[in-house]
């Protein structure tokens, strides 16, 4: 055997090592933290507290500490702030809680941070802000040693989050935060987040060291000993394996979860395992395996398959509290077009420049993408903007889901309905038109656009039938249209049977605006849906975003050239005059007319 040979055998063999946890979590050096001995030591106060220096302009960093009751000692921990931040002061945020690996310090997010800025800028990343833990011992695994001397998981989870949302505008809820961590801080990530459902709203798993109490136990070492206390039983209570089982009525349909690990990552095996767990559990989450990556967030990242941040484009926008960025504001009021059982339901409306309540200006309402599950109010805010200042009332919906008040899908729908009626009804102390009313709505939120116009058995017992609830255009962005493939969202299968807009084409249907950017199948549905409509002579234009995701209108180029359709699209129905009030980017953003095929 030669010696290339040799070297071949060799890391095989320590591959297979490390897929059986005889190895222990291979650390991702450091490179910035250069703490002397004392420092390093879990009772050194300074510990805490991560090192500053002039390399951390690189990435945008700055050191906050806090006094923690928990550590009774100051607690630093590294953040950066969205590029907006310090300009846009009515603005709130969304935080990512991130958690660095064994052995590694809090510039382990370098990675992260260091993508993050352009992102943001170019629209594939939503303004947030990142947050850095510090772990003093650097292995902790994310949780309170034993003995009391490292708490750490208190002072993350009762101090620090308490921190930087009394310091920074955040979105102080548990759909405003994100939990994400690589490695040991992965298991991390799934510890907290699987263990505070109500703290964290996403869970982001990258590489996760995924051992279970058993495997520490038996090769964890002074890990074990230190941390764990040399307890099997208390290893066990802090295991995301078992925080997960036990808490998944209360993770499932509420939390939003990514997993994603390297395709030559020893951890690939327990990430994979930990997936399928998730399935069994009938724990909705995404799974990413990522094409020439080791155990490197950097490299994790770099060959990462298409938009790393897309995970929480999604999340953060359907997932995000309404905040109160407008309160107070004259072109902004905010109503109450609904009393439910399970709340209030409001309704925040923007008015154009030289409004008056005697106008009769068209009005147009977005419903935002909640997977029937979660989202906000906030979703459409600067769609809305825009079509107020080009002279319409531009309202944002809220409606009931089930992770908010444990609704099915069909309150949804039955919300929309109503939402549009309270529009017509009002209309005369709105200044709105009554038969110029627009719907227009996201995935789940496009699915009950369509509803308002096509379902008359799912309006609210009680409401005056008599004041329609049919919208006079629907614009529509990656709809839902075929229901029966999620009826698990509904209160039966006849009802999302009763629910899918594509059973239901008939030739009242509004004129309506399709925009696309999903998949081949969700693709599918919505041309036989163009097809059916346009069939029975309804006027319906569907635009295609080639190779898009869905939500890809979020983003720039994509945002100005949807905005710019929309326009184009009212303005030929005579709800707006002249040209789309913004300039489309210079990067190409063009999207394809589909034209059904002749019969």
């Not at 590694?104 to 990675?111: M, R």
């Not at 709105?432 to 308002?452: F, K, L, Q, W, Y």
């Not at 209108?553 to 040209?579: C, Q, V």
Request: with cysteine.
């Amino acid at each position: 055997m030669d010696e290339q040979q040799h070297i071949a055998v060799l890391r095989t063999f320590v591959l297979l090592l490390m897929l059986s946890d005889l190895l222990p979590v291979i650390p991702c050096p450091s490179t910035h933290a250069e703490e002397s001995t004392k420092a390093n030591r879990p009772d050194s106060k300074s510990a805490w507290v991560p090192p500053s220096g002039s390399w951390m302009n690189d990435y945008g960093w700055r050191l906050g500490t806090f006094q923690s009751k928990t550590a009774r000692a100051p607690v630093g921990y590294y953040y950066h702030l969205p590029p907006n931040y310090d300009s846009d002061k009515d603005r709130r945020y969304p935080v990512i809680y991130w958690l660095h690996g064994l052995g590694v310090g809090a510039d382990g997010a370098n990675p992260v941070v260091s993508r993050l800025d352009a992102a943001i800028e170019a629209g594939t990343a939503p303004a947030m802000i990142l947050v850095s833990c510090a772990d003093p011992t650097k292995r902790s695994f994310w949780t309170d040693f034993k003995d009391g001397r490292v708490p750490v998981e208190t002072v993350i989870v009762r101090d620090l989050v308490e921190h930087i949302d009394a310091t920074f505008r955040t979105l102080a809820d548990r759909r405003g935060r994100a939990i994400e961590g690589h490695s040991m801080g992965g298991y991390g990530a799934a510890y907290l987040g699987f263990k505070y459902p109500d703290t964290f709203g996403s869970v982001s798993i990258l590489a996760g060291a995924l051992r279970s109490a058993e495997t520490i136990a038996v090769k964890g070492g002074p890990t074990f000993r230190d941390v764990f206390g040399g307890d099997l039983r208390y290893a066990r209570a802090h295991s995301p394996w078992v925080l997960v089982q036990q808490n998944a009525g209360r993770i499932r349909g509420r939390t939003f979860i990514r997993i994603g690990v390297g395709d030559r990552d020893g951890l690939l095996a327990r990430n994979a395992e930990f997936h399928g767990m998730l399935t069994q559990l009938g724990i909705d989450h995404t799974w990413s395996i990522v094409p020439n990556c080791t155990h490197s967030p950097e490299e994790l990242f770099a060959n990462w398959p298409g938009n790393p941040f897309e995970f929480y484009t999604a999340t953060f926008a359907t997932n995000a509290p309404a905040g109160p960025p407008e309160q107070g504001s004259k072109n902004t009021r905010e109503f109450v077009y609904k009393r439910t059982a399970q709340g209030s339901l409001p309704l925040l409306i923007h008015l154009p420049d030289g409004w008056t309540p005697n106008d009769k200006r068209p009005a147009i309402v977005f419903f935002f993408n909640s997977r029937w599950t979660g989202g906000s109010i906030e979703q459409f805010r600067p769609q809305a903007q825009y079509f107020a200042k080009r002279g319409m009332v531009a309202a944002l919906a809220d409606y009931r889901v089930r992770g908010r008040h444990g609704t099915t899908a069909d309150k949804c729908v039955e919300d929309a309905r109503s939402a549009v009626r309270w529009l017509r009804k009002t209309a005369a102390t709105l200044g709105v038109d009554p038969d110029r009313i627009v719907a227009a709505g996201d995935s789940a939120g496009a699915h009950i656009a369509v509803c308002t116009s096509l379902l008359d058995e799912f309006d609210a017992q009680g409401e005056d039938a008599s004041i329609s609830c049919r919208a006079n255009l629907l614009i529509l962005l990656d709809p839902v249209l075929d229901c029966e493939s999620v009826a698990a969202q509904f209160s039966t299968a006849e009802a999302a049977r009763r629910a899918s807009p594509n059973l239901h084409v008939d030739k009242d249907l509004p004129p309506t605006l399709v925009l696309l950017g999903g998949d081949d199948a969700h693709r599918g549905v919505a041309r036989e849906y163009v097809a059916k409509a346009t069939g029975l002579g309804v006027e319906v234009r569907m635009y295609e975003a080639a190779g898009r995701t869905d939500g890809f209108f979020n983003g720039s180029p994509w945002f100005e050239r949807t905005i710019s359709l929309m326009d184009e699209f009212l303005a030929s129905h005579g709800y707006l005059e002249g040209k789309p009030a913004l300039n489309l980017p210079a990067e190409e953003s063009s999207m394809m007319r589909y034209t059904p095929p002749e019969k």
